[in-house]
């Protein structure tokens, strides 16, 4: 069994900070695409950031220059450290990956949710 769990939300002011964290568990051969989503009340989920095996990234522009997505391959953990937040920025964070969990066979994960709220 694989496993996603999401740590790092809370509340914060707007223009600070904060870094989610997504850590996979079980039985992993390698993880490849990773992805944050976040859905805020009412609205549909969107993609926020993405980043490939090897290495390679995409924001929603919304984000852009704000949120760095970044991998450790060690911890089979994905990061998305968050600056400058705004009150827009409010949603459940999700992430959602890729993982090989057995020679040539690939699930798609999706972890429970962290909450980010920001106040103005």
């Known amino acids: 069994q694989v496993q996603l769990v999401e740590s790092g939300g809370g509340l914060v002011q707007a223009g600070g900070s904060l870094r989610l964290s997504c850590a996979a568990s079980?039985?992993?051969?390698?993880?490849?695409?990773v992805a944050w989503y976040r859905q805020a009340p009412g609205k549909q989920r969107e993609l926020v950031a993405g980043i490939t095996g090897g290495g390679s990234t995409n924001y929603a522009d919304s984000v852009k220059g704000r949120f760095t997505i970044s991998r450790d391959n060690t911890k089979n953990t994905v990061y998305l450290q968050m600056n400058s937040l705004k009150p827009e920025d409010t949603a459940v964070y999700y992430c959602?990956?890729?993982?090989?969990?057995?020679?040539?066979?690939?699930?798609?994960?999706w972890g429970q949710g962290t909450q980010v709220t920001v106040s103005s």
């Open positions: 079980g039985i992993i051969f390698s993880i490849d695409a």
């Open positions: 959602n990956a890729q993982i090989v969990y057995r020679l040539g066979l690939v699930g798609d994960y």
